[in-house]
């Protein structure tokens, strides 16, 4: 390549400072924005039993969820939300449910969702299903679990320290 060609590709992207700064800084702006919505989230384990003649219904109820209830988990900073369902003796069922908080007042969203409307419909339709474990707190559904281990292989140096015996609890569900 020509030493006048070279030149002359310095020379344009030379005329336009001002447009260099504009994407150096939108680039910037874009990767600190990104650092910070890449926060790493809290982590929730929790348990409840399940009815073995409310199992197929719970199972349905679950296959086509209601769009305002996902909508509202979404609205609670809450993601990567799954309930898991296992049978530990014939006929004796029990949900573990998981799900990442990436707010930053748990207990604040966590009383919004007890507030909307169509998610209050939803659980009146899915405790019925539920029951406590045999060590839930009185008039409490659901259990939180204390996280024992995490491995990320993406973020190797993630590690925290268990929250005490019962420092997680949350109300997340009231016993019938």
């Known amino acids: 390549m020509s030493a006048h060609l070279i030149t002359r590709k310095r020379d344009h992207t030379m005329k336009h400072p001002v447009l260099h ?7 910037c702006t874009s990767f600190a924005g990104c650092a ?26 679950h296959a086509d969820p209601w769009q305002g209830v996902l909508d509202q988990i979404d609205r609670s900073h809450m993601r990567n939300f ?17 799900f ?16 909307d409307a169509t998610t209050r419909r ?3 339709r ?3 299903c539920q029951q406590p474990i045999p060590t839930a707190p009185k008039d409490k559904l659901w259990v939180m679990m204390d996280e024992i281990f995490y491995h990320d292989r993406d973020h190797p140096d ?9 420092e997680r609890q949350m109300d997340v569900g009231k016993a019938k």
Do not use: C, N
């Open 36 to 61: 910070a919505a890449h926060k790493m989230p809290e982590r929730y384990g929790m348990v409840v039993g399940l009815k073995k003649e409310k199992l197929e219904e719970y199972k349905a109820l």
């Open 122 to 124: 939803w659980w009146k």
């Open 100 to 115: 990442e908080y990436d707010g930053d007042d748990l207990e604040a969203d966590m009383a919004k969702m007890a507030e």
């Open 126 to 128: 899915t405790d019925p």
């Open 21 to 27: 700064f504009l994407i150096a800084a939108t680039l």
């Open 82 to 98: 799954s309930i898991w369902l296992v049978e530990l003796r014939p006929e004796e069922y029990y949900l573990f449910g998981y």
């Open 158 to 166: 993630a590690r925290r320290m268990p929250p005490q015996k019962g």
